[in-house]
């Protein structure tokens, strides 16, 4: 292939297909507005199909020795006192005696990153002015001044996509809110918590801490109702003003937490929301992951459904890149039965996880064995 490809984002969705597309002999570049390689982020999990993917890419071994190896949870009531125990299943990682892999995100962008080969550029610290697709070829602005034309354009860069809110139409009417804010942060490991994890989930607020791998670190994630008015994505401080507001009445070891992150660096917030659009393409323009079909952390198939998606859209560029819109209908055509399921298992009003049936059926929900003979 001599196709040009730029993949707006550097996350888990962009770095795996950057891998699927240089494999397949595009050029391939990504762009990152953070200005390094971006360590913190939540544990997270590659279930079902997405294993089958992992293992292509030759990473599952890998993979499975990054887990985080948690051993149980305690349940915690707002004083701080233990309320009940398990050792069957966490809060984030579902059941342990399962095939899923649940690693941190940076463990697994950093195992992605190992994979690419050094023809795959990554541009650090800046992001995309402006697009102008031009029929034949996509000419990009970048923040930096710099410009360059591109044969396809990929939005890998999350729920808020810039690339989304660029290029595409009635953005405000694909955003589905779930009226619930999540931030998730760093601390030091103030508790010497081992492979254990502890949440709590009781009026209306729920919190969940696990250490990081190596146990020098807390991961922290903070969810509640989203606030009437919507806080600046820009503005760090009244988003941890906020969360030290709504989680003022919590006792224990809590407020430890909420102290170390009025300093912490690896920080993160967002109103949470489903993506759905009609169409996951325009012109020379497609998006992947959750700028195309976020099902929310909720759904814990964020990440599948990223690693999963940059497989079929890879395939379908390499098996159609001289006829775009037959690509994208082939990706869309294969990936929104698979997204669907995915979505369809987020449910609010639930009380505990996703029932384990309903989970196994979205997780395995689309066949791509003919892709997965493709690549061997």
């Given at each position: ?75 915690l009531d707002a004083d701080g006192n233990e309320k009940e125990r398990t050792e069957e299943r966490t809060f ?135 606030p009437d008015t919507p806080l600046s994505r820009n503005d760090t401080e009244a988003q941890k003003r906020l ?75 390499e098996q159609h890149w001289n006829d775009l819109p037959q690509a994208f209908a082939a990706y869309e055509q ?43």
């Amino acid at each position: 292939m001599n196709g040009t490809i730029l993949i707006s984002g550097a996350g888990v969705t962009g770095l795996a297909l950057a891998y699927w597309l240089d494999r397949a002999g595009f050029s391939t570049t990504l762009v990152e507005r953070s200005p390094e390689f971006r360590r913190g982020g939540q544990a997270i999990d590659i279930r079902g199909v997405a294993l089958d993917v992992t293992e292509a890419m030759g990473l599952l071994d890998a993979a499975r020795d990054l887990r985080t190896q948690l051993k149980g949870m305690s349940t915690l009531d707002a004083d701080g006192n233990e309320k009940e125990r398990t050792e069957e299943r966490t809060f984030s990682a579902g059941r342990l005696d399962s095939d899923d892999i649940e690693l941190f995100r940076d463990d697994l962008c950093e195992l992605l990153m190992s994979a690419l080969s050094e023809r795959v550029e990554i541009l650090y610290d800046d992001s995309i002015r402006s697009v102008d697709d031009r029929g034949d070829r996509v000419f990009v602005t970048f923040a930096s001044g710099a410009s360059k034309d591109f044969d396809l354009l990929v939005g890998a860069d999350g729920v808020y996509s810039n690339v989304r809110k660029q290029v595409f139409d009635n953005e405000a009417s694909v955003v589905f809110p779930l009226g619930v804010v999540l931030a998730l942060f760093s601390t030091p490991n103030l508790i010497n918590l081992g492979d254990w994890q502890l949440g709590l989930r009781e009026d209306g607020i729920g919190y969940v801490v696990y250490p990081s791998r190596d146990k020098s670190e807390l991961r922290v994630g903070v969810g509640f109702g989203a606030p009437d008015t919507p806080l600046s994505r820009n503005d760090t401080e009244a988003q941890k003003r906020l969360i030290a507001e709504q989680c003022a009445h919590l006792k224990g070891d809590f407020p430890r937490f909420l102290e170390a992150m009025k300093t912490t660096d690896q920080f993160y917030f967002n109103e949470l929301a489903q993506i759905r659009m009609p169409s996951w393409s325009k012109g020379r323009v497609v998006l992947a992951g959750d700028a195309a079909y976020c099902a929310s952390p909720f759904s814990g198939q964020g990440t599948s459904l990223g690693l999963v998606g940059a497989l079929v859209l890879a395939r379908a560029l390499e098996q159609h890149w001289n006829d775009l819109p037959q690509a994208f209908a082939a990706y869309e055509q294969r990936m929104r039965p698979y997204v669907d399921l995915n979505q369809g298992i987020v449910d609010l009003t639930r009380n505990g996880p996703v029932p384990d049936e309903q989970l196994t059926e979205a997780k395995n929900g689309i066949d791509i064995s003919d892709l997965l003979r493709e690549t061997k």
